[in-house]
T-cell receptor, first 115, second 119 residues
């Protein structure tokens, strides 16, 4: 158990719908990273939040957005869903201390299926 | 931008054999970290081993060891005495060193190698 929790574990929805994925980081970790694992794109970085602020963006679609709340949990919002959005979405957290190694601890993932 | 390449989509070996997974990467950074992650059928991402680029000594964790060739930008994983539980997807990954305060340290992953250990 990494200490990172993600809900729900599975999500099945239809094209055009909107869903919200939730992540709670390890106690004390200020950074949350979102990654998408799909068959055609592999594992890719979507977005990072540090202490409530967006810190880095990767290959995140405009239909996707995220935020980190004062209690440090994060939500990834996916809208106007398409079949190609079906994937495993991972959240990872880290302490992100400057000047050193910051291990990212991965949650169990949310499997999204768009029908 | 950094890229990570794993040229072996699938590998299969017999139990107790030694297997080596290959990874190459491209970066202009001098300080960085390299990782091997294991993803078993449960889909959980498990860190297997980490290598700091500034360390010349290759990292070792029990049956897992790496061959880090910085000049060649090569980072292979050797699994000795392979076990059935080693069956998984293995991902090579790159992370920049956090030089600045709270710098973004995203992981850049390769496409993965599916390793099967046969009894």
């Amino acid at each position: 158990d990494s200490g990172v929790t993600q809900t729900p574990k599975h999500l099945i929805t239809a094209t055009g719908q909107r869903v919200t994925l939730r992540c709670s980081p390890r106690s004390g970790d200020l950074s949350v990273y979102w990654y998408q694992q799909s068959l055609d794109q592999g594992l890719q970085f979507l977005i990072q939040y540090y202490n409530g602020e967006e810190r880095a963006k990767g290959n995140i679609l405009e239909r996707f957005s995220a935020q980190q709340f004062p209690d440090l949990h994060s939500e990834l919002n996916l809208s106007s869903l398409e079949l190609g959005d079906s994937a495993l979405y991972f959240c990872a957290s880290s302490a992100d201390v400057a000047g050193g190694y910051n291990e990212q601890f991965f949650g169990p993932g949310t499997r999204l299926t768009v029908l | 931008a950094q890229t990570v390449t794993q040229s072996q989509p699938e590998m299969s070996v017999q139990e107790a054999e030694t297997v080596t997974l290959s990874c190459t990467y491209d970066t202009s950074e001098n300080n960085y970290y390299l990782f091997w992650y294991k993803q078993p059928p449960s889909r959980q991402m498990i860190l297997v081993i980490r290598q700091e680029a500034y360390k010349q000594q290759n990292a070792t964790e029990n049956r897992f060891s790496v061959n880090f060739q910085k000049a060649a930008k090569s980072f292979s994983l050797k699994i000795s005495d392979s076990q059935l539980g080693d069956t998984a997807m293995y991902f090579c990954a790159f992370m920049k060193h956090a030089r600045i305060i709270q710098g973004a340290q995203k992981l850049v992953f390769g496409q993965g190698t599916r390793l099967t250990i046969n009894p």
